[in-house]
């Protein structure tokens, strides 16, 4: 296929010319990639991996065309080094746990939009529902509670939302009231379960996964989700593999 062809995200040239200072000289191939991949923190890697797929799904869901120059900008922002292998691994995971596909439209200006692999139709299961940078943000909270043992602490989620620019004080442009979103909203749907922690001061809640979790996901497809953000084999988290691969 030709470079200037219309192309998926796992299909991206390495030769791809970019925006104004992101040119086709500055470029790394392949091989520099995997090198400078080396001397990067893999956590900050993968950090940015999550915050690319949370910046696509939100996109997605005003419908907003997204240009490369944005995303270089608002997020891979000093590790533009190893962008095509951040890009990639997104796209990846949009594709395979969301079934979305990132498509350039642009070539020339490198304009991309997601495109849906999944039928539109309504249904129970929670990849199917149209809301999708909602269902970003639930999937990321289930996940991070299942990693963390299966309960996390109101504290450590909220933190770990903030890393991901998704603050609980601040009104977001597609969630609206997040913490309203998340305390309630999800809590209503059955997806999360929030229950004091006994004898704290001031008070602390836990977070768990609700029984409509339970019934529209699974510990698997949810290891395989954070395997691919973080671009290892599930194996790789021991007990939680084990566990995952002992529950229906």
Known sequence: MSQRKRSKVSGFSQGDDGDEDFNVSQTPTHSQVQRNLERRSQDQVNQKVSELVQFLLVKDQKKIPIKRADIL?????????????????????????????LVEIDTRHHIYILTSNLPRAEGENLRR?????????????????????????????WEFLRRLRVQPGERHEVFGDVKKLVTEEFVRQKYLEITPIPLTDPPEFKYQWGPRAAKETSKKDVLRFVAKIQGKDPTFWTSQYTEAEATP
């Open 129 to 157: 529902d149209n809301q999708t940078a909602k269902l970003g943000l639930l999937i990321i909270i289930l996940s991070f509670i299942f990693m963390r043992g299966n309960s996390a602490k109101d504290g450590a989620v």
């Open 73 to 101: 900008k608002k997020v891979i922002r000093e590790y533009r080094d190893v962008y095509s292998e951040i890009i990639n691994r997104a796209g990846r995971t949009l594709q395979e746990v969301f079934g979305l596909q």
